[in-house]
């Protein structure tokens, strides 16, 4: 069997939480929708393997294409290690610009769904098989006041949700209160954990998770950048919270295996985008381990139903994967169309694990049309809005405490619920 054909296509699919249509607000940006890049990879036997990437991923199988036909989708390491070499990287995948690594998380998906197909069997017999039946994870609450997170942290419970990722960083007073606020709303069983995004310097990540524990924070994600490993091993030494590190700091197995080696982190969140494939995030995994700390799977809001499969198979089959993982596929559940024939349901917080061939999923055709459409002719109006812009909750460097007058400039103007830009337009189309 031979590869004679790989294309990307992106496609923006809105975002919704309960039913509502609103954006994802975190303090460095919005997102109203997922946007994402689906990847095809055809062959001479007929089958095609499908995957999900980040959009620059459309652009980037162009150029990649050549190194990919007439080879065997069987030789995945063969051909992912050839591509990152065309990412000008000096050795393995150490060096690999993280845009590569994205676009090789997406084909890796592709050809193990090839292979899961030709061979009859679901992704995870082939990589190691079922270590468990059940993948737990954690809700992802987007930033919204101490209030609106409560609200949704008590439909997330009455869901049946045993974790809560809730996102902060807008400045700790807020942070602190958002947790106590939580916490009062949900009671002691419930997980809360949070993640800044890299937002604070060591010594403001230090006095705001102390404020935390008091409220059984059970950890704090990115709370300094990981790029600074000695920053995020300074905030280690001085908290008693568990540190999960999501950025930079475990985007590969050596970056990872510096990160303990210097005490920095007790949890790497894993994503087999980010991280390179099945296999790379099985070996990052295993670093993890070898270290003595624990992987979970990180998601970003929006995770269509293609890269949510691949997560729960390497979650299903990769043993070191013993903390709740995040979930933003709750942001794309109906009334949002994923491009998927079955879109997953969740039961009591957990998704069972697929048993169909291969990534044991299909396109849907109409919403996968529709979605791509969007994305060709209304991408002015999902884009993600980054930055000190109207559509973007403020945020308020150097400042510990919470001054409300600072966000009355954008009161009127941002848009969280139905009825404004850009969800106007999925109005317009009934």
């Not at 995948?93 to 590569?100: K, S």
């Not at 098989?129 to 942290?153: N, P, S």
């Not at 099945?278 to 995770?303: K, Y």
């Amino acid at each position: 069997m031979k590869i004679t054909d790989v294309k990307g296509v992106n496609v923006c699919v809105p975002l919704n939480l309960f039913g509502e249509y609103q954006p994802v607000s975190q303090w460095y940006g919005t997102r109203y929708a997922a946007l994402k890049c689906i990847v095809f990879i055809n062959t001479d036997a007929g089958i095609t393997g499908l995957g999900e990437c980040g959009t620059e991923g459309e652009h980037l199988l162009q150029g990649l294409k050549s190194r990919m036909i007439d080879k065997d989708p069987y030789d995945v390491n063969a051909i992912l290690r050839e591509i990152n070499h065309q990412g000008r990287i000096l050795f393995g995948t150490g060096h690999l610009d993280t845009r590569m690594l994205n676009v090789s998380g997406g084909i890796s998906m592709a050809l193990w769904d090839i292979i899961g197909k030709d061979c009859n069997k679901p992704i995870y017999k082939l990589i190691g098989g079922k270590y468990r039946e059940r993948i737990e994870l954690r809700a992802w609450l987007t930033d919204q006041t101490a209030e609106q997170q409560a609200e949704v942290a008590v439909k997330c419970v009455e869901a049946g949700w045993k974790s809560l990722k809730i996102k902060g960083g807008r400045n700790p007073e807020h942070d602190v209160n958002c947790v106590k606020t939580i916490r009062e709303a949900v009671g002691d069983r419930i997980e809360i954990g949070v993640d800044c995004n890299g937002r604070y310097t060591a010594g403001m990540a230090i006095r705001t998770i102390k404020k935390m524990e008091k409220y059984d924070l059970s950890y704090m994600e990115e709370p300094t950048t990981s790029r600074n490993i000695n920053a995020f091993a300074k905030v280690r030494r001085h908290v008693d919270t568990m540190l999960l590190c999501c950025g930079h700091g475990c985007t590969t197995k050596e970056l990872i295996r510096e990160m303990i080696e210097k005490d920095a982190v007790d949890s790497v969140n894993l994503d087999l985008v980010r991280n390179g494939g099945f296999l790379e995030t099985q070996r990052c995994a295993a670093v993890a381990e070898a270290g003595g700390i624990v992987a979970s799977t990180h998601s970003s809001p929006g995770e269509l139903g293609i890269a949510t499969a691949a997560q729960i198979y390497l979650q299903t089959a990769t043993p070191n994967f013993t903390w709740c993982g995040d979930s933003g596929y709750m942001w794309v559940l109906p009334p949002s169309k994923d491009i998927i024939t079955k879109p997953f349901e969740y039961d009591n917080g957990t998704l069972t694990v697929p048993e169909g061939s291969g990534l044991g999923i299909e396109i849907h055709k109409e919403n996968f049309r529709e979605a791509r459409k969007r994305y060709e002719t209304e991408l002015e109006h999902w884009r993600h809005v980054i930055g000190r812009d109207p559509r973007v909750m403020a945020t308020q460097h150097a400042y510990f405490y919470d001054y409300p007058e600072k966000y009355e400039w954008q009161d009127s103007e941002w848009p969280f619920k139905i009825g404004s830009p850009p969800y106007t337009l999925l109005k317009e189309k009934k």
